[in-house]
């Protein structure tokens, strides 16, 4: 079993920035690919960005020179910097790695991001 644990969510005005964090309980080192969704309600949960195990990044469109998504294999966590937020990035932010070893897709908790104007 792997967990991941999503923390750094939080109520901020249009404009503003957050840093989300995710926590992984093994060694994030072999994960190729370490994801970020999120879903507002009402919505379906959609993709973010991605960062690979070569450091390799990719965006929603939506989010492209606003989000930053990077990992510290030193310390197993993956960040999803945010900023000149909107309320449309109200939602659930969920981090999501698949473990090859494993077969299967693990997910956090989610973390609330709520941007008010």
């Known amino acids: 079993q792997v967990q991941l644990v999503e923390s750094g969510g939080g109520s901020v005005q249009a404009g503003g920035s957050l840093r989300l964090s995710c926590e992984v309980s093994r060694s994030i080192f072999s994960i190729d690919t370490i994801n970020w969704y999120r879903q507002a309600p009402g919505n379906r949960r959609e993709w973010v960005a991605l960062v690979t195990s070569r450091g390799n990044t990719h965006y929603h469109t939506s989010v492209v020179g606003r989000f930053t998504i990077s990992r510290d294999n030193a310390t197993n966590t993956v960040y999803l910097q945010m900023g000149s937020l909107k309320p449309e990035d109200t939602a659930v932010y969920y981090c999501?790695?698949?473990?090859?070893?494993?077969?299967?897709?693990?997910w956090g908790q989610g973390t609330q991001v709520t941007v008010s104007s």
């Open positions: 999501n790695a698949f473990i090859f070893n494993d077969g299967r897709y693990y």
